[in-house]
């Protein structure tokens, strides 16, 4: 069981937008501490997509979005792509465990 | 650019110590602001934080590993180490090094080691 709770998937068409929510409690998103988002394709290493609830690295296209809101974030990607098949995790602090957690991570179809 | 590369045994025997090394190049390990992680992803599952570490010494572990592991750091070598004691098939996953940026409100990781992966049998 995950800290930071997300939906074991999502699915969308291209060219449609989705949302991926990660939902925590008052150690951890409630608490203050930002969000970040990982991307992991598949074989591959987790990349970080998103930091600081809505940051995104220089490379990583305006088509990913993030937000956070109470105890909350959620991760938006519009204009689906096949390529955006993947993995994604959500990622935070948490003052009770003194330290990183991770949601449990969605799995993106893309039909 | 920063590159981060695992080494050590892909094979532990039940009960043994995993040892783990993560080599840093193009950059310090010293670096100001920035620390030093473990985290590990079990086959078909998700990511877990083990352990962080600066480059001073300062040291963080996840509560449910706290016991049997310990992290730590050689600067001359720019290497930091994990070390996982009486391990089990539990134990069996990835384990990847990750510069971690840290602040008041967060603790983020933004270059990834590929992994190792490290299997524990009898």
């Known amino acids: 069981q995950s800290v930071l709770t997300q939906p074991p998937s999502v699915s969308g068409a291209p060219g449609q937008r989705v949302t991926i929510s990660c939902t925590g409690s008052?150690?951890?998103?409630?608490?203050?501490?930002?969000v970040h988002w990982y991307q992991q394709l598949p074989g591959t290493t987790p990349k970080l997509l998103i930091y600081v609830n809505s940051n995104r690295p220089s490379g990583v296209p305006d088509r990913f979005a993030g937000s956070k809101s109470g105890t909350s974030a959620s991760l938006a990607i519009s204009g689906l792509q096949a390529e955006d098949e993947a993995d994604y995790y959500c990622?935070?602090?948490?003052?009770?465990?003194?330290?990183?957690?991770f949601g449990g991570g969605t799995k993106l179809t893309v039909l | 650019q920063l590159q981060l590369q695992e080494s050590g045994p892909g094979l532990v025997k039940t009960s043994e110590t995993l040892s783990l090394t993560c080599t840093v190049s193009g950059g310090s390990i010293s670096s100001r602001g920035y620390y030093w992680a473990w985290i590990r992803q079990p086959p078909g599952k998700g990511l877990e934080w083990i352990a962080t570490?600066?480059?001073?010494?300062?040291?963080y572990y996840t509560p449910s590993l706290k016991s049997r592991v310990t992290i730590s750091v050689d600067t001359p070598k720019n290497q930091f180490s994990l070390k996982l004691t009486s391990v089990t098939a539990g134990d069996t996953a990835v384990y990847h090094c990750?510069?971690?940026?840290?602040?008041?409100?967060?603790?983020?990781?933004?270059?990834w080691g590929r992994g190792t992966l490290v299997s524990v049998s009898s």
């Open positions: 990622q935070s602090y948490d003052s009770s465990l003194s330290g990183s957690v």
């Open positions: 570490i600066y480059h001073s010494g300062s040291t």
């Open positions: 990750a510069r971690q940026v840290v602040s008041s409100t967060f603790w983020y990781f933004d270059v």
């Open positions: 008052s150690s951890n998103i409630g608490a203050g501490y930002d």
